[in-house]
């Protein structure tokens, strides 16, 4: 079992930045990958990245590349989404999640959720 906690989501202005952290319980978190998705009103739940369970392989979606950048600490429990060069169309609810898979990208594939973090990039 592995509970996940984000935080760190806010308001920003647009070419801003954020950092977000999913911090994680359970004692075999560093066996799982992990991922971040993203909800905006209206529309559904959307991969953003993942990371492999000793992080050194990572995959990003198309449309932020080059601007996040996902990383883990298995010592803290704890994976993050350092978000730079914001856009308006980031705006969502960003959840992380937990895979026994390697660098799934797709959310049935994952076992376990947070309740997310709202990011929220204004004009």
């Known amino acids: 079992q592995v509970q996940l906690v984000e935080s760190g989501g806010g308001l920003v202005q647009a070419g801003g930045s954020l950092r977000l952290s999913c911090a994680a319980s359970?004692?075999?978190?560093?066996?799982?990958?992990m991922g971040w998705f993203r909800q905006a009103p209206g529309k559904e739940r959307e991969f953003v990245a993942a990371i492999s369970w000793g992080g050194g392989n990572t995959y990003n979606v198309n449309s932020v590349k080059g601007r996040f950048t996902m990383s883990r600490d298995n010592a803290k429990n704890t994976v993050y989404l350092q978000m730079t060069s914001l856009k308006p169309e980031d705006t969502a609810v960003y959840y992380c999640a937990a895979s026994r898979k390697h660098l799934p990208r797709l959310a049935t594939e994952y076992d376990y959720w947070g309740q997310g973090t709202q990011v929220t990039v204004s004009s």
């Open positions: 359970g004692r075999t978190f560093s066996s799982y990958a």
